[in-house]
């Protein structure tokens, strides 16, 4: 871990502003703008060719910056893993950068923080809900979206293929 | 007489008689497709010209759950996880709040739960491919595989209770130890489990009809796994050498004998033939484990997690308000976070846990490995044929309580 933050220093100075410890290792944190930066500097000259999955969450009311994104990467070669911290600046529109072109198992992942959590992910193909359907309201995952809510499921014959890239 | 006219007979394609390309629904409620799913194809002919999947059909929202129940009671929803395997869930959530906790696991525990981890790969691989190759027609294999799966099904609810949502460990041990004679009832198993896989691999491994139907089929190469996150069987069948238990390993798998069982072609072929050999490898960790069975406990000592005493907790205050705090609030971990990930029998299973050091997780994402591996399906059935979707969907052993959460 300490070599991606010793590459960082060496060849992006300032990319990584802080880093962070967690259990087990270490999460590096990064402006929302570097991201495509650090997730193709990750991908071409430190060889982590897999991205595991990327989780958001909220911290409504403990923390600020409000919502965070969390990247997971792995070094098939050497067999590491790197944890990359994006604190989302604003608030009312969390926004990040696809890496799908880079990292195509992004698409899903991406689309699930879209769905889940409301952050949206500027330069995605296809950003529509995954887990909730068409027409839902709201990001399930929030902590201001209540356990108990319920939504009326609709009814509805949508057809996948022709409605992919039409953003809802 | 007049002359004998011939004409070239041109075989008409189906464009020529007018067929239109056809939109299908498979799923998401469809014998061939294993759970909940709903993929959509573009029909030209038989020919899949385009996909698109949904889902979310079995949605629940378990890491919302996860937020609002107390540690050890997030472990029944991890059973509903990956329902073939609801063991390695357990563990996989466990181990995540474990080692954020940083406990100190008594050994019995930590065979005990590879045992079982190792078990419950074996029926999800019987499931995985009995149902796959029941899909492409060999009907036979199916019993040879549920039949043993059946077996070791029995034996687990001797130990856990249960026999699909076991719920059997819990944050620092497991609920009850194994019962006398387990070791010869396992032994009887793990023979009858050899002989089935011995006997499907016999049937299908050189039979020209399964070879057809699935050599070549729903080809994945390394450098498109990869890049579509795939982890585990899948993985391992395009040839690439990659292992949770011997790459970063834990539970002390590094101190196992056993091989990482590696596909050459990426295809239907290969992931049906690395499960069936991964069962047998399977077999020899489950064996080593048993051999090396240590006694002792099986909860851990830590104050923070376990139960004190019955007489400590009348003879003591501190006893009663350590058993107070256990039961009204449960485990408390620190404040802090983790990702910790385990090799389930699809790839890698990841728990990223947050604490804010109230007895309830602040968050918890679960990194179910079908996920990455169903987004990739509707781009690997393009350009297949309609009857062979239904084959590398199989394959692709996609678990949609997993996939959905």
Redesign the interface.
């Known amino acids: 871990m300490s070599d991606v933050k010793r590459h960082f220093d060496e060849f992006h100075p300032g990319l990584i502003k802080e880093l962070r410890a967690?259990?087990?290792?270490e999460?590096l944190v990064i402006s929302p703008g570097d991201l495509r930066l650090v997730a193709l500097a990750l991908k071409k000259d430190l060889g982590f060719?897999?991205?595991?999955?990327i989780?958001a969450?909220?911290f409504k009311g403990?923390a600020e910056p409000r919502f965070e994104v969390?990247y997971?990467f792995y070094n098939?070669a050497r067999?590491t893993?790197v944890?990359i911290k994006v604190p989302v600046a604003s608030s009312d529109k969390p926004e990040v950068d696809s890496i799908t072109d880079l990292?195509?198992?992004a698409?899903?992942?991406e689309r699930e923080i879209w769905d889940?959590m409301g952050i949206i992910v500027n330069g995605h193909p296809n950003l529509r809900?995954?887990?909730?359907?068409t027409g839902f309201e709201g990001h399930?995952?929030r902590k201001d979206?209540p356990?108990n809510k319920r939504q009326p499921i609709p009814v509805l014959d949508?057809?996948?293929?022709p409605?992919?890239g039409k953003h809802s | 007489m007049s002359s004998v006219t011939t004409k070239q007979i041109v075989v008409p394609s189906e464009r020529d008689l007018g067929a239109k390309d056809m939109l299908l629904n498979l799923g998401p409620s469809h014998p061939a497709f294993h759970g909940a799913l709903r993929t959509q194809v573009l029909l030209d002919g038989e020919t899949i010209v385009d996909a698109a999947s949904e889902l979310g059909y079995l949605h629940r929202c378990f890491e919302k759950h996860a937020e609002h129940a107390t540690y050890q009671q997030v472990i029944p929803y991890t059973d509903r996880l990956n329902y073939v395997s609801a063991l390695m869930n357990n563990v996989g959530y466990c181990k995540a709040v474990e080692d954020l906790m940083q406990v100190d696991m008594p050994e019995r525990v930590i065979v005990i739960r590879v045992m079982l981890c190792e078990l419950s790969r074996i029926i999800d691989h019987l499931v995985c491919v009995g149902t796959n190759i029941v899909d492409i027609g060999a009907l036979t294999n199916f019993w040879y595989t549920f039949n043993v799966r059946e077996k070791i099904y029995t034996l687990l609810e001797k130990i856990t209770g249960a026999r699909l949502t076991y719920s059997y460990t819990r944050v620092g041990g497991l609920i009850r130890d194994l019962y006398d004679g387990f070791g010869d009832d396992l032994k009887t198993v793990l023979k009858e489990v050899e002989t089935a896989v011995q006997e499907v691999t016999k049937l299908v491994a050189n039979n020209r009809i399964f070879v057809d139907r699935t050599r070549d089929v729903g080809a994945v190469t390394k450098e498109q796994a990869i890049a579509w996150g795939f982890t585990g069987p899948c993985l391992r069948a395009t040839g690439v050498d990659h292992d949770l238990r011997k790459a970063n390993p834990y539970y002390g798998y590094e101190t196992y004998e056993f091989d990482v069982v590696l596909g050459e072609k990426g295809d239907t072929y290969d992931r049906i033939m690395v499960r069936l050999e991964e069962i047998r490898q399977s077999i020899r960790i489950i064996h080593q484990a048993m051999a090396r069975m240590p006694k002792g406990p099986i909860m851990t000592a830590d104050r923070r997690i376990r139960l004190p005493d019955k007489q400590e907790v009348y003879s003591s205050i501190e006893g009663l308000m350590n058993h107070f705090k256990i039961v009204m609030h449960g485990v408390v971990p620190p404040k802090g976070e983790i990702y910790s990930a385990t090799e389930a029998a699809n790839g890698e299973l990841g728990f990223f846990l947050i604490s804010d050091g109230t007895y309830k997780p602040f968050r918890l994402k679960c990194r179910g490995p079908c996920f990455p591996i169903f987004a990739a399906y509707e781009e690997i059935i393009k350009g297949s044929l309609l009857a062979d979707a239904i084959a590398i969907l199989g394959s692709l052993n996609v678990v949609v309580g997993e996939c959905d959460r």
């Open positions: 967690v259990a087990m290792g999460a060719d897999m991205l595991i999955d989780a969450v909220d403990k969390d997971f098939l067999k893993r944890h990292y195509p198992a698409n899903w992942a889940m809900r995954i887990l909730m359907w399930p995952l979206y356990i949508v057809n996948l293929i409605e992919r």
